[in-house]
T-cell receptor
């Protein structure tokens, strides 16, 4: 079935550093790909998504490009802030599209 | 627009007790889900529903039951609580997508979670 693999954390950065969180996927067909963010003590919320190959999703300075050739959907941000400290999850629908499969999550810690 | 609402937010249960975690959504979504998130871990799917009257097991259904009598509500029942069920539980809903289309492109909306401790 469809699956995602994302880099393990925690990722520790200083404010204004460049961020990359890797995500690779295995999928039947070309489902949408998602990045979710979970701030401490909260539920998950959608950060961005891409619905087809070569699409770039973006939100709050974060970007990710749906790369069919490398089956990747890496999350990037040019300059992180302390407020970006959270857990980030890569996700995609299962092959029947009835459920969403999530990666294990990557914790990001940004220090001033 | 309330979105997905879970109650209670916190609960402590004794071993062997039972309880129901409530989940309701006001977005008229067909798909609803229950996930659990253990400390430092990702999400594991417990049960899901693709519409009223239809439920199916996820990865970790043992020890849980669900029902879906209405589009809005999707309660999760723990019959005999065990310490292994200590976790944070998240309910989510997801639209089916455009009429006649598959939900390949639709995202899930999550509740704030229920933190359950079994002692």
């Amino acid at each position: 079935g469809n699956s995602v693999t994302q880099m393990e954390g925690p990722v520790t950065l200083s404010e204004e550093a460049f961020l990359t969180i890797n995500c690779t996927y295995t999928a039947t067909g070309y489902p949408s790909l998602f990045w979710y963010v979970q701030y401490p003590g909260e539920g998950l919320q959608l950060l961005l998504k891409a619905t087809k190959a070569d699409d770039k999703g973006s939100n709050k300075g974060f970007e990710a490009t749906y790369r069919k050739e490398t089956t990747s959907f890496h999350l990037e941000k040019g300059s992180v802030q302390v407020s970006d400290s959270a857990v980030y999850f890569c996700a995609l629908p299962n092959s029947g599209y009835s459920t969403l499969t999530f990666g294990k999550g990557t914790m990001l810690l940004v220090s001033p | 627009n309330a979105g997905v609402t879970q109650t209670p937010k916190f609960r402590i249960l004794k071993i062997g007790q039972s309880m129901t975690l409530q989940c309701t959504q006001d977005m008229n979504h067909n798909y609803m889900y229950w996930y659990r998130q253990d400390p430092g871990m990702g999400l594991k799917l417990i049960y899901y529903s693709v519409g009223a009257g239809i439920t199916d097991k996820g990865e970790v259904p043992n020890g849980y039951n669900v029902s879906r009598s209405t589009t809005e509500d999707f309660p999760l029942r723990l019959e005999l609580a065990a310490p292994s069920q200590t976790s944070v539980y998240f309910c989510a809903s997801r639209p089916e997508g455009s009429i006649g289309a598959t939900p390949a492109n639709t995202e899930a909306f999550f509740g704030q979670g229920t933190r359950l401790t079994v002692v």
